[in-house]
């Protein structure tokens, strides 16, 4: 996708509050909005999400509903988070050693708040989680928040219409500030109402791609993936000997991944290196998204290689390692534990090139916090960028690469070159480097 085609998408206010904030907006964790009806897999969901809770700025997770579950009908009640955050507290020290940006178990539950739960779809009243959802897109501080619908859009559609009907000088600044992500689409709220309604809000619809984590992962991804998901690499990565947050994860009763068909909301924010919240095209460990058609600024998943599944589980032996290294740190001292490498690319992220161009790659300074060797796999997003060709890395396995821009290659393309690193700690984590080569005229 070229770049006057991205501006044309309905992300320019996105990429306008970049600018704006210069670096610091790169830079800033991204502010997040958790919503949960509490099915069995928000629950399986919740321990992975505190287990990242040092990634984002938390401001609120709220207990919502969903056409599956509300107040009164396979009901988790509202005090199923508190309890989590009671868990993680245990761990809540050793995270500490870990990374000094994890929350305060005080903290997360100050943000737990119940919004609109007494039926699906209702959205007649004020919440106190609607309430808080429409605090903080009103307030001053910049950059997009995510609102993760873990269930239904209910209580967010609720802290919506509040601002259309109390606060209308305020929607233009909320529609380029919010940015929703839809689970399956829960009740009825988010096409009925945030649809029609608001029209330049960002909204990102997991509506199957979520599924390659869900309930029938064993019959979608390929066999390569499943050993991720097996009773065996679920009791030694994270059910056994990993603190009692952990202890908790309701999987089979044989151990085996039960459903986290909620996690792609949360893990298209986990910063790898991948940039997959500058464009919803990019792709990343929670999916990658194409504009639904007769829309404006609705994106629903995607395809790679054909395969509707496929970007989210071509990350899975990364992200399901990285998050057994979270497990670990429950448990482990820095020493004893792994900790992913930091990717430094010496080009900038974007470069400009004419047809037949060299282009140099390097991730010249890129460390490890472990000192572990490192291996490098430098390949080409062909899902994600726009050229017709594919390029021919030289040198894909070591530190500095290059490739050449097709000949044939139009004024427009994009080139995404992506940069793997893996480090040979266990459990071996990754972290990524993306650098776009828009094609300019011969």
């Known amino acids: 996708m070229s770049k006057s085609s991205i501006l044309s998408t ?3 206010a996105l990429l ?14 991204p502010r997040i909005i958790a919503t949960s009806d509490g099915e069995i897999d928000d629950r399986c969901s919740m321990v992975r999400f505190l287990l990242y809770a040092n990634e984002w700025d938390i401001e609120g997770i709220v207990i919502s509903s969903s056409k599956f579950h509300w107040k009164g009908h396979n009901w988790a009640g509202e005090k199923w988070i508190d309890k989590d955050i009671d868990l993680y507290a ?54 997009p928040v995510y609102l993760q619908a873990w269930g239904g859009t209910n209580t967010i559609a609720r802290a919506l219409w509040k601002i259309q009907h109390k606060y209308p000088d305020q929607v233009k600044k909320v529609s380029q500030k919010a940015i929703i992500y839809i689970i399956l689409d829960q009740d009825k709220t988010f096409r009925k109402y945030i649809q029609p309604n608001w029209p330049d809000l960002m909204v990102l619809g997991s509506f199957r791609q979520f599924a390659t ?37 309701e999987g089979h009763d044989d151990g085996r991944f039960r459903s986290e068909g909620d996690s792609p909301s949360f893990m298209y924010e986990i910063p790898v290196g991948l940039r997959s919240m500058e464009h ?27 395969s509707w599944s496929k970007p989210i589980w071509r990350w899975t032996e990364a992200f399901q390692n990285d998050w057994a290294a979270r497990a670990d740190w429950c448990v482990k001292g ?17 470069l400009t090139a004419r047809p037949g161009d060299t ?13 572990d060797k490192l291996a490098y796999k430098w390949w080409q997003y062909t899902d994600a960028d726009s050229c017709k060709g594919k390029v021919k890395i030289q040198n894909a396995g070591k530190t500095q690469a290059s490739f050449v821009v097709p000949k044939d ?23 990524y480097g993306r650098i776009i080569v828009n094609v300019k005229a011969p």
């Open 16 to 29: 306008c509050v970049t600018v704006l904030c210069g670096g610091a907006f790169a830079d800033a964790k």
């Open 10 to 12: 309905g992300i320019v």
């Open 90 to 143: 245990k761990s809540y020290p050793n995270l500490k050693k870990h990374d000094a940006a994890y929350p305060s178990p005080r903290r997360l539950k100050d943000l737990v708040y119940v919004g609109n739960i007494d039926n699906v779809g209702e959205m007649g009243k004020d919440t106190p989680g609607s309430d808080r959802i429409v605090e903080i897109l009103l307030d001053s501080e910049p950059g």
């Open 213 to 249: 984590i869900a309930y029938k992962w064993d019959k979608i991804n390929p066999d390569a993936q499943k050993q991720y998901y097996s009773a065996k690499w679920m009791k030694a990565n994270i059910l056994t000997g990993h603190g009692e947050l952990c202890a908790i994860y």
């Open 359 to 371: 282009i140099g790659l390097s991730a010249k300074g890129t460390t490890d916090p472990d000192g």
């Open 334 to 350: 820095y020493k004893e534990a792994n900790h992913p490498p930091v990717v430094k690319l010496a080009n900038r992220p974007d």
């Open 280 to 306: 919803p095209s990019y792709g990343g460990w929670g999916g990658r998204f194409v504009r639904e058609a007769n829309t404006k600024n609705v994106w629903r998943g995607a395809k790679d290689d054909g």
């Open 409 to 431: 290659a139009a004024k427009g393309d994009t080139i995404h070159a992506i940069c793997e690193v893996t480090d040979n700690g266990t459990p071996p984590l990754t972290r």
